[in-house]
T-cell receptor, first 116, second 113 residues
């Protein structure tokens, strides 16, 4: 089944404790992206990757890191989480046309992160 | 960067009635996409519009892309309880914004039976 798999689904952590949220897709998609969703703000892009070893900042990258060492995986790293990073996080992938995001994103099921 | 605004934020609909949600961008878009997120779920891709003035239909849903490619609308006829959820539009720009899909804040739809 074509899908984007995120782990964990739920995570409660303490301020400053490094964490990683994993994301994997099995569709051979070139393009992957991370979003956070907060009430009233919709989905805001954190980072995206156009292909292996190619990443770029989205609209809200502060406090986050990503890497794309393999095509299928795109982990999101919070080196020192803070309470304002409490949010619902989604990983998404897309078959990227030349210079465009085409065909829609496939989203993972989400990771609900609470930082206390 | 581009900004995408959606109105209304909330839409309370009587079952069987029609409604429309609107999406406006501050810049010209190369394409616009629509997603639906059920309560507790993740966004699911509905459709993509690329051409100026394009209209696409999916059963009771009609999607339109404006002539200037800066706005879009989603019209749902004869609303059903299965239409409950949040509908997002997302716009893709040109040039340096080619790979950035900017989402609106969404319209959350509730249905009165």
């Amino acid at each position: 089944e074509a899908q984007v798999t995120q782990n964990p689904r739920y995570l409660i952590t303490v301020t400053g404790k490094k964490l990683t949220v994993t994301c994997s897709q099995n569709m051979n998609h070139e393009y992957m992206s991370w979003y956070r969703q907060d009430p009233g703000l919709g989905l805001r892009q954190i980072y995206y990757s156009m292909n292996v070893e190619v990443t770029d900042k989205g609209d809200v990258p502060e406090g986050y890191k990503v890497s794309r060492k393999e095509k299928r995986n795109f982990p999101l790293i919070l080196e020192s989480p803070s309470p304002n990073q409490t949010s619902l996080y989604f990983c998404a992938s897309s078959l990227s046309g030349r210079g465009r995001v085409e065909g829609g994103y496939t989203f993972g099921s989400g990771t609900r992160l609470t930082v206390v | 960067g581009q900004q995408v605004m959606q109105i209304p934020q909330y839409q309370h609909v009587q079952e069987g009635e029609d409604f429309t949600t609107y999406c406006n961008s501050s810049t010209t878009l190369s394409n616009i996409q629509w997603y639906k997120q059920r309560p507790g779920g993740h966004p699911v891709f509905l459709i993509q519009l690329v051409k100026s003035g394009e209209v696409k239909k999916q059963k009771r849903l009609t999607f339109q892309f404006g002539e200037a490619k800066k706005n879009s609308s989603l019209h749902i006829t004869a609303t059903q309880t299965t239409d409950v959820g949040t509908y997002f539009c997302a716009g893709c720009g040109f040039g340096s914004n080619d790979y950035k899909l900017s989402f609106g804040a969404g319209t959350t739809v509730t249905v009165r039976a």
